[in-house]
């Protein structure tokens, strides 16, 4: 599988982006999916994930609320709609698909990686 990350760029603190990762192959409704960030200097980290038939969702806490993630697997793309943006969430963002049989939120689970995109939100 790969993916491919777009949709970041620079947004006012309260601002709305929405990220999509486009998967190539035909099995993309396998894979459970996920988003993940790292800002500078630090570790990345979980931010949501995705069963493959969508009907699981999960969240960390810091954008419960703010960001939704889905998926259309006609279309082989997950988005990450992120809304109420505030400048601590500036990072680089990927998504990441794995082949479990649950949907993991470590980012040691998942087996394929996008190449990042690049969220800047000001103050």
């Known amino acids: 599988v790969q993916l491919q990350a777009s949709g970041g760029g620079l947004v006012q603190a309260g601002g709305s982006l929405r990220l999509s990762c486009a998967a190539s192959?035909?099995?993309?409704?396998?894979?459970?999916m996920g988003w993940f960030r790292q800002a500078p200097g630090k570790d990345r980290e979980f931010v949501a994930a995705?069963?493959?038939?969508?009907?699981?969702?999960a969240y960390a806490d810091s954008v419960k609320g703010r960001f939704t993630i889905s998926r259309d697997n006609a279309k082989n793309t997950v988005y990450l709609q992120m809304n109420t943006l505030r400048p601590e969430d500036t990072a680089i963002y990927y998504c990441?698909?794995?082949?479990?049989?649950?949907?993991?939120?470590?980012?040691?689970?998942?087996?394929?990686w996008g190449q990042g995109t690049q969220v800047t939100v000001s103050s």
């Open positions: 990441a698909a794995a082949f479990k049989a649950r949907v993991p939120l470590s980012q040691y689970e998942y087996d394929y």
């Open positions: 192959g035909r099995t993309f409704s396998s894979y459970h």
């Open positions: 995705v069963s493959r038939s969508f009907g699981v969702t």
